[in-house]
């Protein structure tokens, strides 16, 4: 397993824990402080932990969805608490022109949101 934590004002404030193999990192088990919600810790720490994966090779991120066949890792899952459900995935392939256009516009659109989150007051 490998560590991410992460710390305001010198206190931690989120933690995530990936269970990794040289060709897949699992997203295994993460938490937060409440307190720190409006600070997006957990943001930081999956886009940390993505980063981490790619400089070391690893080529496929899991978020811990269990798969037919592994039956250990779901029912260390289930004695968590969770529950089984249904989840639809759905794949969207675009054409060459979209997708050149998105990522011209994506930098763009992200420091737009980053600016406007600046700014932003929290719904009490």
Known sequence: GVSFAATHGGRPVGLIILLVSPRMAVYWVA???????????MN?????AIRWCHGRGISLFSFGESVQGRPGLVRFKE??????????????????????????????????????????????
């Open 44 to 48: 930081a720490l999956v886009d940390a």
């Open 79 to 124: 004695g968590w608490g969770p529950t089984r459900a249904t989840n639809t995935v759905t794949l969207r392939t675009y054409r060459p022109w979209v997708q050149r256009t998105w990522r011209v516009l994506e930098p763009l659109a992200r420091r737009g949101y980053a600016t406007w989150d600046r700014w932003r007051r929290p719904l009490d």
């Open 31 to 41: 938490g937060m402080d409440a307190q720190a919600a409006g600070l997006r810790p």
